[in-house]
C-alpha cells in the first residue's frame, strides 16, 4: 500500500541545535517533494520545494535532502529558534497529470529556549 | 504576493444546516484550487481539486452532492457542506495553485473550522 511517513512524536531539542526531520514514502514515484510549515488554527506555509533529480535544496536555515533510492527526505533546520517551533509536512507531487499533493502526518517541532 | 483568504474562520451550527466556506485568490488567478480536509494531529486529506469553469474532481470516498464545489472565477472558489452533520464537524482547508504553475507550491488559506452541534 502507499504510505507516507513522518515521526509521529514530537521532536524536542534546544535552541541552537540543529532539527532534523525525517519524510518516508512507499510505493510513490514523486517528481517532487515539498516541504511545509503549519501553526495551530493556521494553514500551511511553503517553505521548499526539491526535485527528484536534486540531491539538496538550500533556503536560509533550511535543508533539504531528497534520496529516491532510500525513498525518503530530510529537512533540516540549523540554528533553531523558538519561533521555529511548529509541525512540518512533507508532501508528494507529480505522481500524475494533476497538481495534487499527497501529504504526511507531520511532524511536530519543539524548540526549547 | 500569493495571498490566498478563506471564510469564514469558523463556523458553528446546527445539525442540518448547509454552509458555505468561501475561498479567494486576493492577488493572482488561480485556475486550480484544492479542498482538504484536517483532522486534529492528522494529514491533510485531499477531498477535491476545483478547476475554473469546469466541475470539480472529487477524491474516492468523498460525497460530490454532500460537498458540492463551485469555481466560477479565477478568484474564487467555494465549499458548501449540505445538511451538515456532527460528523462533518472538522477544519476545512483551501489551497489554490498560480495559473500556469506545474510543481510550483499551493498557497493556502487559514482555515475554516467547522463545529456542527
Not at chain 1, 502507499?2 to 514514502?25: D, V
Not at chain 1, 540531491?55 to 525518503?72: A, G, I, S, Y
Amino acid at each position: 500500500s502507499q504510505k507516507i511517513e513522518q515521526n509521529s512524536e514530537a521532536l524536542n531539542i534546544q535552541e541552537g541545535k540543529t532539527a532534523t526531520l525525517t519524510c518516508n514514502y512507499t510505493n510513490y514515484s514523486p517528481a517532487y517533494l515539498q516541504w511545509y510549515r503549519q501553526d495551530p488554527g493556521r494553514g500551511p506555509v511553503f517553505l521548499l520545494l526539491i526535485r527528484e533529480n536534486e540531491k539538496e535544496k538550500r533556503k536560509e536555515r533550511l535543508k533539504v535532502t531528497f534520496d529516491t533510492t532510500l525513498k525518503q527526505s530530510l529537512f533540516h533546520i540549523t540554528a533553531s529558534q523558538p519561533a521555529d517551533s511548529a509541525t512540518y509536512l512533507c508532501a508528494l507531487g507529480g505522481m500524475d497529470s494533476s497538481y495534487k499533493l499527497i501529504f504526511g502526518s507531520g511532524t511536530r517541532l519543539l524548540v526549547r529556549p | 504576493g500569493a495571498v490566498v483568504s478563506q471564510h469564514p474562520s469558523r463556523v458553528i451550527c446546527k445539525s442540518g444546516t448547509s454552509v458555505k466556506i468561501e475561498c479567494r485568490s486576493l492577488d493572482f488567478q488561480a485556475t486550480t484550487m484544492f479542498w482538504y480536509r484536517q483532522f486534529p494531529k492528522k494529514s491533510l486529506m485531499l477531498m477535491a481539486t476545483s478547476n475554473e469553469g469546469s466541475k470539480a474532481t472529487y477524491e474516492q470516498g468523498v460525497e460530490k452532492d454532500k460537498f458540492l464545489i463551485n469555481h466560477a472565477s479565477l478568484t474564487l472558489s467555494t465549499l458548501t457542506v449540505t445538511s451538515a452533520h456532527p460528523e462533518d464537524s472538522s477544519f476545512y482547508i483551501c489551497s489554490a495553485l498560480v495559473e500556469g504553475a506545474s510543481n510550483q507550491p499551493q498557497h493556502f488559506g487559514d482555515g475554516t473550522r467547522l463545529s456542527i452541534l
